[in-house]
């Protein structure tokens, strides 16, 4: 692999993981459209879908490891929140893993553009007084919560995603949970999320090693610095940060797609 390939890995890895701490995500949301289209941009290199999938599963799931232990103080952490959602998307994005194989690599990118596409839609939608439940008293509807973690697998694991930046959304609107409390618990549920899709892109023998790395390195350094400048962070600002950054990746995704 080119030494210029190699580095332009590591700066997107860094960059999708510093974020993805800060806001609660995997990280793929970011990093599959940039791996897929700045190597080709810059002439360094050039992934498939298929490769990118690989990829990012591997990466999601070593930067929500540094986000969950960087948040694992504070009374955050939804112990009950993320057994429901946790063991749902395990099995949806297992099942999506394996299923991705069968899709041409329009497919996966056509999955990830609605799925960007319905974050953009729910991260507007406004949420008002969540951020002023004392986090003991969060209450949530258990099985609606494991029921729409379980469809969000299934979409994340064909894309290689976590499903993250499906799930904050879908906290923050439906299940009414705080803000900070969202991002934490999302990155546990989004990190047993991407056991399931590692598995499932492994076993169907999708994932390059050599770049797996690279990203991997990258995700273990910057995770935690993000998670730690996200609890510094106003929430109002996080939620806008995160709409914006969904808007930008669906708008150059379906771009892509048309």
């Known amino acids: 692999m080119d030494i210029s390939l190699m580095i332009t890995i590591f700066l997107m890895g860094f960059v999708g993981s510093f974020i993805s701490g800060m806001l609660g995500i995997g990280g793929a949301i970011i990093n599959y459209p940039m791996l897929l289209y700045i190597p080709v941009m810059l002439s360094v290199g050039h992934f498939t879908a298929h490769e990118v999938t690989g990829i990012t599963a591997i990466q999601v799931f070593f930067a ?142 999708q994932v390059p090693i050599l770049p797996s790395i690279i990203m991997v390195v990258a995700s273990l350094m910057a995770s935690p610095i993000g998670a730690t400048a996200g609890k510094r962070v106003n929430t109002n600002v996080l939620q806008v940060i995160m709409g914006i950054l969904i808007l930008v990746t669906a708008v150059k995704t379906w771009i892509g797609i048309l």
Do not use: C
């Not at 395990?90 to 497919?107: A, K, R």
């Not at 609606?144 to 979409?155: E, M, N, Q, R, T």
């Not at 694991?157 to 993250?164: K, P, Q």
């Open 64 to 205: 929500t490891i540094g986000g969950v232990l960087a948040y694992r103080k504070g009374g955050y952490l939804n112990k009950t929140l993320i057994a429901y959602m946790g063991i749902s998307i395990l099995i949806g994005s297992f099942i999506g893993g394996v299923g991705s194989t069968h899709m041409p690599e329009s497919g996966i990118n056509i999955v990830y553009g609605i799925l960007a596409l319905i974050a953009v839609i729910m991260m507007f939608v406004p949420k008002r007084g969540i951020d002023h439940i004392p986090l003991e008293q969060v209450k949530f509807n258990n099985w609606l919560a494991a029921l729409l973690s379980f469809i969000v697998g299934i979409g994340a694991g064909i894309v290689g995603a976590g499903g993250a930046f499906l799930l904050v959304p879908i906290m923050l609107v439906v299940l009414k949970i705080p803000t900070r409390m969202t991002i934490a618990s999302s990155l546990a549920i989004t990190l047993i999320s991407s056991i399931g899709a590692v598995s499932g892109k492994i076993a169907t023998g």
